[in-house]
C-alpha cells in the first residue's frame, strides 16, 4: 500500500466541487527512494477533465523536490512508447531515456534443448565474471514490482544467494537471466523474469526455457533432449501460475524470441 510504504511519499492534488462543495481528488504522484540515491516516479494519474493545466507537471516537481531532500541525485521513472503524451513531458522537465524494454506475459515457450547443460545456476565464485559483464552491457537495470533499481555489486550478491540468477557459461559468459519467484502483485504471486541478456537468439531463448522449467519443477535438472519421457513429463506439467512474466531490454535478440512465442 503506497500509502503506508516505508521512504515514500503520496501526493494528490484536489478541489472544490462546484456542487457539493466538497474537495474531490483529481490527481495523485507517488515516489519511492530506491538505493541511496534514486527516487523512482509513479502513479501519475490526472482526472481527463483537468489535463492540460500543469497538475501533472507540479507533481512531479513536488516529487522531485522531496528526492532531493532526502539526499538522491537520480529520479527515474517508466513511460510506455506508445503514451505520446507523457513522453513529451518528460522531455519538458527534462528526463531523458536512458533504455528501452519489453514486457511480455506467456504461457509457456518453445522447448529448445540445445544448450542447455551449459546454462547455470549462479554462485558467490561466479559473482566478478557476471559483475564484470554486466558493466559491460549499457542495460545495468533489473525490475522489482515495476521498478526499474539500478544493479549493483550488493543486488548480485544478495541475488545469488537466493538462486536468482543463472548463466549462459560458454568459457566466456554469453548470457545472463535474473528470476523472482516471490513478486506479488494484483492479488497474486507471479514469477518473473526480471533481467534478460544474451548474445544470440538461441541463447536467449535457452534460458528462457531452462528458467520456466526450473520454475515449473522446482529443482535444477533439466530433461535431457533425447528422453521423451522426461520432456513429456516436463510438457504436462501443471504449474501454480497460469503465466510467466517477463521484462527485458528492448533488444533485437530479445524482441525476436518474444515475438515468436
Known amino acids: 500500500c503506497w500509502i503506508n510504504e516505508k521512504d515514500s511519499l503520496l501526493l494528490v492534488a484536489q478541489t472544490m466541487d462546484s456542487i457539493s462543495y466538497a474537495n474531490k481528488i483529481v490527481a495523485?504522484?507517488?515516489?519511492?527512494?530506491?538505493?541511496?540515491?534514486?527516487?523512482?516516479?509513479?502513479?501519475?494519474r490526472v482526472h481527463p477533465e483537468y489535463r492540460e493545466k500543469g497538475i501533472a507537471s507540479s507533481l512531479i516537481k513536488n516529487i522531485l523536490?522531496?528526492?532531493k531532500d532526502k539526499g538522491?541525485?537520480?529520479?527515474?521513472?517508466?513511460?510506455?512508447?506508445d503514451n505520446i503524451e507523457s513522453r513529451k513531458l518528460m522531455e519538458k522537465l527534462d528526463f531523458n531515456p536512458v533504455s528501452r524494454w519489453i514486457f511480455a506475459s506467456i504461457k509457456g515457450l518453445k522447448n529448445i534443448y540445445e544448450y542447455c547443460h551449459i546454462i547455470k545456476r549462479a554462485e558467490i565464485k561466479d559473482q566478478e565474471r557476471i559483475y564484470n559483464y554486466l558493466t559491460g552491457s549499457k542495460y545495468t537495470r533489473y525490475v522489482n514490482s515495476w521498478r526499474w533499481y539500478i544493479l549493483t555489486n550488493y543486488d548480485l550478491?544478495?541475488?545469488?544467494?537466493?538462486?536468482q540468477i543463472y548463466f549462459f557459461d560458454d568459457q566466456n559468459i554469453r548470457g545472463i537471466v535474473i528470476i523472482d519467484i516471490t513478486d506479488f502483485w494484483n492479488g497474486q504471486d507471479n514469477y518473473r523474469i526480471v533481467y534478460l541478456d544474451g548474445d544470440s537468439k538461441e541463447i536467449i531463448s535457452s534460458m528462457l526455457e531452462y528458467c520456466i522449467f526450473v520454475f515449473y519443477n522446482y529443482n535444477n535438472s533439466y530433461p535431457q533432449k533425447d528422453n521423451k519421457e522426461q520432456k513429456d513429463k516436463y510438457e504436462t506439467k501443471d504449474n501454480r501460475n497460469e503465466r510467466v512474466q517477463i521484462f527485458c531490454p528492448d533488444t533485437d535478440f530479445n524482441f525476436s524470441v518474444l515475438s515468436d512465442q
Open 28 to 44: 495523485m504522484i507517488h515516489g519511492k527512494l530506491c538505493h541511496k540515491n534514486m527516487i523512482w516516479v509513479e502513479g501519475i
Open 157 to 163: 550478491f544478495r541475488m545469488i544467494k537466493k538462486g
Open 65 to 67: 523536490t522531496y528526492g
Open 72 to 81: 538522491t541525485t537520480l529520479a527515474s521513472l517508466i513511460v510506455s512508447i
